[in-house]
T-cell receptor
């Protein structure tokens, strides 16, 4: 079965600093990987997705993620944090196995941006 | 662009009552997924439908049922509600298996009192 593990349930950075949110996946087949952002009391918004094309994926709001098969990782980064980036971030995987095509989410990382 | 529409946005029910949540996918999307997100939790997959047939089943209680209709909208029926059913219920839609991504609705917040 496919799964993702997000290291760090809470991450705090200063405004203007690098954002690094970690995600490692476990999958027996090449996965499709996603990052979603959730603002308080709102739905899930897609930031970016990896679907076996380029390993470096650029998303919205200046975020990007790099698929590293050797490390089974798909970490999310942003060069310079903004106050508006404060939210919960979820990594998700869809390995398109016999278990169907649902997304399986990680436990989420709450990003706090401080002045 | 049209998004995934969920109704109602908020719902308050008493224990043992029933609730029906509706989801209208993006036009031409043929697959619908339901997720439950408890307070401070990650979204948990409940059930999905492809072309009006159930395609996958997750941790959906037997008290819950769902279906996808001919116009591709979906309804999640919840009976004998329990306090623990209080959560945010998301619907998502995709074209086929989701190669182009999944679009989530804003969710229905169900509160059972």
């Amino acid at each position: 079965a496919q799964s993702v593990t997000q290291l760090g349930s809470h991450v705090s950075v200063s405004e203007g600093a690098l954002v690094l949110l970690r995600c490692n996946y476990s999958s027996s087949v090449p996965p499709y990987l996603f990052w979603y952002v959730q603002y308080p009391n709102q739905g899930l918004q897609l930031l970016l997705k990896y679907t076996s094309a380029a390993t470096l994926v650029k998303g919205i709001n200046g975020f990007e993620a790099e698929f590293k098969k050797s490390e089974t990782s798909f970490h999310l980064t942003k060069p310079s944090a903004h106050m508006s980036d404060a939210a919960e971030y979820f990594c998700a995987v869809n390995a398109l196995t016999g278990g169907g095509n649902k997304l399986t989410f990680g436990t989420g990382t709450q990003l706090k941006v401080e002045l | 662009a049209a998004g995934v529409i969920q109704s109602p946005r908020h719902l308050i029910k008493e224990k043992r009552e029933t609730a029906t949540l509706k989801c209208y996918p993006i036009p031409r999307h043929d697959t619908v997924y339901w997720y439950q997100q408890g307070p401070g939790q990650d979204p948990q997959f409940l059930i999905s439908f492809y072309e009006k047939m159930q395609s996958d089943k997750g941790s959906i209680p037997d008290r819950f049922s769902a279906q996808q209709f001919s116009d591709y909208h979906s309804e999640l029926n919840m009976s004998s509600l329990e306090l623990g059913d209080s959560a945010l219920y998301f619907c998502a839609s995709s074209l086929g298996r989701g190669d182009y991504g999944y679009t989530f609705g804003s969710g229905t917040r169900l509160t059972v009192v």
